[in-house]
């Protein structure tokens, strides 16, 4: 049996930087992959799917430049070998980069192979027994497969298969109309394809307020996307070299290929948590304290398995929690989070806290103010002006709440909102700040200024 002081079974963007910390420290620890280093943001979900957006604004921006008096002529090509290319060498940096900087630790040593428990200080790794009083949990998570009728028998693509795509679809048929869909729906349809979007919601992107929703379905619509919400009956079968999408009360459609995109499943089944006592929910995400400590003493989860946010910066902040408490004697909360995220579509959708919808539920007295991105003056400079700004706040305590910024740079604006948030600033301080003219955040206090309760 080999000892460690620390085991971190997932190398996503947790667990790893909380090991190389500990093994700054001189701590052995063990850090146990089973295929990559990075996790989802590195290999199948950030870096490679945003190069992707990227390759496939450029293509937008070409075929839109007559409108901005460039001339180009021909109509635009899409090499997909070479769209492919560029996310993987993205990808490869990024993971070849982990790899130089944890062979330089003493202290680590990275294992790769499917870590069981044994118990709950031991794993087993490769026929060898490890054991460690501390065990962190990094270990992410999947594509959900629903079980719709015939789709075990067509060759479906995941939102991890469909990187390694390529070639173009003639026509992509999205099945999922939330974060990670619309994504590829979007960008298939720049680089040339027919997409189709089937969400069985009644809404696309359904955790926003329905005015959002509603933009979000606008952007895309006026794309050429075709979108079937409130799908029922979903169902697939094979039609000579491609497939046959049916939906109840629509006509069946012929896609090329099928994009699944209905959420993701934590990789804790066949951990053997069991063996260790672990708890976990109906889902199978590890259930875990405001320290991120699971119902086991010295066991912990971080990262998308552990329910609490399914992205890289909260994963990262897992991190952060976890090493303050630990390492340096702080004592962090995840409950202290403000929720922050972003869609990117393009333009993309900024979000921070509360939607108007939660905040009049919580029993507030609620103050709302809403601008169309054609008031902005620098959508209209740049003549990209789909979508508003909307701020919610507190309007007996003053406090924002929440915001939604739908249009361009809305991903990068709404950090003036966060901070404010993060830093308890209330909105009338934030009113009489003075921004840069021209950009998308000078709006903020003029939308401040025009909160009204509702």
């Known amino acids: 049996m080999k000892t ?19 093994a700054e420290k001189g701590m052995k620890v063990a850090l146990i992959e089973r295929k990559y280093l990075g996790g989802t943001c590195v290999n199948a ?48 940096n990024a993971r070849n980069g982990l790899t130089g900087w944890f062979s330089g630790m003493k202290s680590m040593e990275v294992i790769y192979g499917h870590a069981t428990f044994t118990g709950a ?26 079980d719709f009728p015939g789709l075990a028998d067509v060759d479906y693509l995941t939102s991890t298969s469909i990187i390694q795509l390529d070639t173009l679809p003639r026509h992509l048929v999205v099945i999922g109309g939330s974060y990670i869909g619309l994504e590829f729906a979007q960008m298939y349809r720049r680089f040339g394809a027919e997409v189709t979007v089937i969400e069985r919601g009644p809404k696309l992107a359904s955790r926003e307020d329905e005015d959002v929703s509603d933009a979000i379905e606008e952007i895309i619509a006026s794309e050429g996307i075709a979108v079937h919400t409130g799908a029922e009956n979903i169902a697939f079968a094979k039609a000579g070299d491609g497939i046959t999408v049916s939906i109840s ?16 499943t934590p990789n804790t089944g066949d951990l053997g948590l069991d063996k260790a006592g672990v708890a976990t929910d109906k889902r199978g995400f590890i259930t ?19 329910g609490h946010g399914a992205f890289t910066h909260t994963s990262y902040n897992d991190f952060e929690i976890a090493a303050a408490n630990l390492l340096d004697g702080g004592d962090r909360k995840v409950s202290s989070r403000i929720p922050a995220y972003a869609l990117y579509i393009d333009p993309p959708l900024g979000r921070a806290g509360m939607t108007e ?35 919610v706040a507190d309007a007996e305590t ?51 200024g025009d909160l009204k309760p509702v």
């Open 4 to 22: 460690y002081d620390a085991i971190f079974i997932g190398a996503g963007q947790a667990g790893p930087f909380l090991a190389a910390r500990m």
């Open 288 to 306: 875990v304290d405001e320290r991120l400590m699971t119902n086991v003493e010295g066991i912990y989860a971080l990262g998308d398995c552990n």
């Open 249 to 264: 009360g629509k006509p069946d459609i012929k896609a090329s290929h099928v994009l699944v995109a209905t959420g993701r």
């Open 398 to 448: 003053q406090e924002i709440l929440g915001a939604a910024f739908l249009g361009i740079e809305g991903d990068e604006a709404i950090h003036g909102i966060i901070d404010a948030m993060n830093a308890g600033t209330t909105y009338p301080v934030l009113q009489w700040s003075v921004p840069i003219h021209p950009t998308v955040s000078e709006l903020i206090p003029t939308i401040i």
């Open 357 to 391: 919808k939660q905040a009049r539920a919580s029993g507030r007295e609620v103050a709302v103010s809403k601008r169309p991105m054609s008031r902005v003056g620098r959508a209209n400079e740049r003549g990209e002006t789909k979508g508003f700004m909307k701020i």
């Open 121 to 146: 200080r031991t794993v087993e790794v490769n026929g060898e027994v490890l054991t460690a009083p501390q065990i962190f949990l990094n270990v992410g998570a999947r594509p959900t497969i629903p």
């Open 45 to 92: 979900g950030c870096m490679p799917t945003k190069t992707l957006v990227a390759s496939a604004r450029a293509a937008h921006v070409a075929r839109t430049g007559g409108d901005y008096g460039v001339k180009i002529s021909g109509p635009i090509g899409i090499d997909m070998k070479v769209v492919r290319k560029r996310a993987e060498t993205v990808t490869m």
